[in-house]
């Protein structure tokens, strides 16, 4: 068995993919916490699951419609309420970890995906409705919320980039968290009080791709694309995050935007359900699990460094797939705009169901 705590060792932390009202009261979290977990995240399909299909906020429901509350209004409330909980269980971990980990991440209406302004407006309201240090704001990574999060972090906001998919959106992401940090020392801030981390979705990428090679019918490079490009990514992290520019932020007191592997749940049943863990352990990285992966993991995981292993191996077959007519830049934007699209189709379902609710 492998446990959460080796991944510790090895330098990964590992985040919860999850978050309801129930895990939070009926202590469930902090058995989570023992086991190993030291952050959690949510997003639109994990809040739809949790408030839309369950009975647990019902009574809560009805007590804010009463009071006037519109359906966008009560699930705001209901999810700001679970995040600050969580949040407060995670605090000794942020504290204990200085800083490092403990984080919840809240997301933003994701309809402002496309708006630069629009979600720079909404995280700062969210950020003034939530008086939590360890929370996580999360902005999407598209063309136009990488210009937020420059302006996000210069002013002090804690961010979670999610639905990247791209290693070359990553380092314009990466660039913007820098940018915004050398701001907001400069206007006389603490950076060494913000944190980001970057959100980096991994099995999607082979769903996608597969498909193309299956059509090609090249059945040797299946299942291996998504781990290259995240190998990819982290190694252009390594060289981002040294040098004389961020050694200067480092030394008053910065912290690396580390790499999150979101999205490793295992989509193909042919693949193993813990592929995207055990191919991705690295020191400065995150994984965040759902609940089903990580009960895999501590049953049959393998918890070794892996991250750098059979780097140049791995890198290569992301040059065959150029050659092969595959442009996993064309891949990677389509995955991005289907992110959107899937989480701004589960925040309406559940605006509608608490509309059904309340009727």
Not at 45 to 58: H, M, P, V
Not at 61 to 89: H, M, P, Q, T, W
Not at 168 to 190: M, N, T
Not at 224 to 246: C, D, H, M, P
Request: proline letters at 2%; hydrophobic letters at 40%.
């Amino acid at each position: 068995m492998a446990g959460l705590h080796k991944l510790n060792e090895l330098g990964q932390s590992v985040w919860l993919d999850f978050i309801s009202r129930e895990i939070i009261e009926n202590g469930e979290l902090k058995k989570y916490i023992e086991r190993g977990i030291s952050g959690l995240t949510s997003n639109p399909t994990i809040f739809e699951k949790a408030i839309a299909r369950s009975g647990i906020y019902d009574s809560e429901i009805n007590r804010l419609a009463r009071e006037g509350d519109s359906a966008f209004e009560v699930y705001e409330k209901l999810a700001v309420k679970d995040i600050c909980d969580a949040a407060d269980i995670l605090l000794p971990v942020y504290n204990t970890s200085k800083g490092i980990d403990g984080y919840v991440s809240l997301e933003a209406n994701p309809h402002l995906a496309f708006d630069t302004e629009g979600t720079i407006e909404e995280i700062r309201r969210l950020h003034g409705l939530i008086h939590r240090p360890n929370v996580l704001f999360k902005v999407p990574g598209t063309v136009e919320g990488i210009s937020a999060i420059e302006e996000l972090v210069a002013s002090g906001v804690n961010v979670n980039v999610t639905l990247i998919f791209s290693v070359l959106y990553y380092e314009y992401i990466a660039d913007a968290y820098i940018k915004g940090l050398e701001r907001f020392e400069a206007s006389g801030g603490d950076i060494s009080k913000v944190a980001s981390v970057a959100s980096f979705f991994v099995s999607r990428i082979d769903s996608a791709v597969d498909k193309n090679l299956k059509e090609l019918g090249i059945d040797s490079l299946l299942g291996k694309t998504a781990v290259a490009n995240a190998k990819l990514a982290y190694s252009k992290s390594k060289r981002i995050f040294r040098g004389e520019r961020w050694e200067k932020l480092a030394a008053k007191g910065a912290g690396v935007q580390r790499l999150l592997w979101a999205s490793t749940s295992t989509k193909n049943p042919d693949y193993s359900d813990t592929i995207y863990v055990d191919k991705l352990i690295g020191a400065h990285t995150v994984n965040t699990m759902p609940p089903e992966t990580i009960d895999a993991f501590e049953d049959h995981g393998i918890a070794e460094l892996t991250i750098e292993k059979e780097l140049e191996k791995d890198l290569s077959r992301l040059d065959k797939l150029d050659a092969f007519g595959i442009d996993l830049n064309a891949v990677t934007n389509k995955l991005l705009s289907d992110g959107v699209a899937k989480f701004t189709a589960s925040f309406d379902s559940l605006i509608k169901s608490i509309e059904s609710k309340i009727d």
